[in-house]
């Protein structure tokens, strides 16, 4: 049975990563209406991986006994001006998410609750690999700088940009 206080704190985070996949969906819709095809592929494929993260925790709360609560999520503020200051954003958001993911631990680890302790490592582990992945981008984008030529290339990158971070061959 999961502490009532984690059933809360996990519940919260259920809403985290359901309005992280309305974040990425809401980038993907705007980088497709701009042309940016790649930037889209992108950013629908972290808008459903986000809907997967939020799913397996509401399932883990309920097989443990709680309640898993679908609420209501706030709409995406971002600032369009530019790609790259939506990939600013995509990167921030998800240092934001490993701050609530490190937040859930503690609260495990004070409440001896070791089940879950063991679960969160999955999302321990996966926020390693979103910053990182999200700070390779960064990096990327740093290098094109203003160059159109630079821009194609990079958007055409990120149609085979996958989760782990590795370009993949089609
Ligand atoms: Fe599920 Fe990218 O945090």
Do not use: C
């Amino acid at each position: 049975m999961l502490p009532d206080i984690m059933a809360a704190a996990l519940n919260e985070q259920i809403k985290v990563e359901a309005e992280s996949s309305q974040i990425y969906l809401a980038m993907a819709s705007w980088a497709e209406v701009k042309g940016f095809e790649g930037i889209a592929a992108f950013m629908f494929k972290q808008s459903d991986e986000e809907r997967l993260h939020m799913l397996k925790l509401l399932k883990y709360v309920n097989q443990r006994g709680g309640y898993a609560v679908v609420s209501a999520l706030d709409e995406p503020r971002l600032d369009y001006s530019s790609f790259s200051v939506l990939f600013r954003q995509l990167y921030e958001h998800e240092v934001k998410v490993s701050a609530s993911i490190n937040n859930l631990v503690d609260i495990a680890l004070t409440h001896k609750d070791y089940a879950t302790h063991n679960f969160l490592q999955w999302y321990v582990s996966e926020q390693i690999e979103e910053e990182a992945q999200a700070k390779v981008i960064l990096d990327k984008i740093d290098l094109i700088g203003d160059s159109k030529g630079g821009l194609y290339m990079f958007d055409n990158d990120m149609k085979n940009f996958t989760s782990q971070g590795h370009n993949i061959v089609q």
